[in-house]
């Protein structure tokens, strides 16, 4: 069995994400039969809303939201605006191509995250990290053209 301790905990973290990602995809799939992707969205949001109050209350991390600078308010409002742009737009590519399709070409958001990175928050990748982002454009690539 793997000795999972050999890994930093952020790695740990993004391959749940990544596993929780994949099972998104699946099961939206699967929920969009027969639904409009716009009001399959809005259930979704609802779910996780309710599901993270849940766990905020249980873990007793609720927050003064006064003590939150206006910088944090400013980023994260876009933030959600863009993760509810992104479902809106996956749900729908969902329910219009094969889920096989979908989300490899949802992780070019990999390639544009970095690039958007070195722009906005000066991070600098090793060439090894570019030559990883290349073969995700490369994969984005080679899905987004018709046999």
């Given at each position: ?9 952020w ?17 939206a ?9 716009d ?58 191509g ?50």
């Amino acid at each position: 069995m793997m000795n999972i301790s050999l890994f930093p905990q952020w790695f740990i973290w993004a391959l749940a994400a990544a596993v929780f990602a994949a099972l998104t995809a699946i099961f939206a799939k699967l929920g969009l039969k027969n639904i409009d992707s716009d009001y399959a969205t809005f259930i979704r949001t609802v779910v996780i809303l309710l599901a993270l109050a849940a766990f905020l209350t249980y873990t007793g991390k609720w927050q003064d939201p006064t003590t939150l600078s206006y910088k944090n308010w400013i980023f994260l409002v876009l933030s959600g605006l863009a993760t509810g742009a992104s479902w809106l737009a996956y749900f729908k590519a969902l329910q219009m191509g094969n889920a096989t399709q979908v989300a490899p070409v949802d992780k070019f958001s990999i390639v544009l995250t970095t690039v958007f990175a070195v722009i906005f928050l000066a991070e600098r990748p090793t060439a090894r990290e570019w030559l990883g982002i290349a073969f995700i454009c490369t994969g984005v690539l080679v899905l987004a053209f018709r046999r």
